[in-house]
Each structure stands twice: as structure tokens, then as C-alpha cells.
């Protein structure tokens, strides 16, 4: 059987594997390391037992159903308050709850939100917290 055209077809599907794998073979082995949040602030400094109100492998694949979660009963049912599985009552809130003890939003949500390219839509509602600067940080503890 004779394939008329061979030639320029098997060129064009050469080239067509080429384009079309090339993001694969060009970042071959050179991913960007995840991120490690920082978890030095210093309200979880001072907190005698560090424990979140789940545990850190769910925190980090669900917390957004756990918010959306918090979200639905707060309002709907005025649920204010989750009781972990470990029996602790915690603030269900973004802000009262979460960023109490996770202040350094940049270095906590930001970084993994921007690693894997995502803009949360938690902002739009509520508030941001403070950052705290370096500057400031060294000027509270020389006080």
C-alpha cells in the first residue's frame, strides 16, 4: 500500500508531536518546590498546645469546604461556634477563627493560593489582616 504524501505527512506529525509536547519535555524535572507556610506567628508561639480544629493533612486538601461549611451554618443557622472532633470549641469565622492565629497572610495563604494559581474569593467579604512588617516586629521586641 502506497501512502501518497508521506513525506510532508510524517514531517507535519513530527512537528505536530513537537508543539504539542513541549511543555513536557521543556520542564522535564524543574516543577517549583511547594511552598511551606509559615507557622511562626506569634499567637501560635504563645499557644501552649499547637493544634488547629483539624488535622494538618485535611487543613491542607479541605479547608475550603471546612470554611464554606462555617460560611452556610453561620448564616443560615446561626451556628457561630464548630466543635472539632477532639471535642475544642473554636470561632467558626474566617477572621475571629483562622486568622487569629494565622496573621501572616502572605506567608500563609498567599503562598500556596499563588503556587498553584488560585485567587480566593474569601477577600472579597472579608477584611485582610494587618501584616506586620519586619521592621515593626524587631521594633516590638526591643520595647
Known sequence: MRIYNAKPIFIGLVIFFG?????FWYNGGRAAP???PKLDTPVIQKLEK????ASKDYMRKSHMDLL???R?????????YY??????????????????????????CDQCH????????????????????QTEQVAKKGE
Open 19 to 23: 508543539f504539542a509536547t513541549f511543555p
Open 34 to 36: 511547594p511552598p511551606e
Open 50 to 53: 499547637k493544634e488547629c480544629v
Open 68 to 70: 464554606n461549611k462555617w
Open 72 to 80: 452556610t451554618e453561620a448564616v443560615r443557622l446561626a451556628n457561630r
Open 83 to 108: 466543635v472539632s472532633a477532639a471535642g475544642n470549641t473554636y470561632p467558626a469565622s474566617l477572621q475571629r477563627g483562622c486568622m487569629k492565629c494565622h496573621s501572616n497572610k502572605t506567608e500563609f
Open 114 to 133: 499563588n503556587y498553584i494559581g488560585l485567587t480566593p474569593y474569601c477577600w472579597d467579604c472579608h477584611i485582610p489582616p494587618k501584616q506586620v512588617t
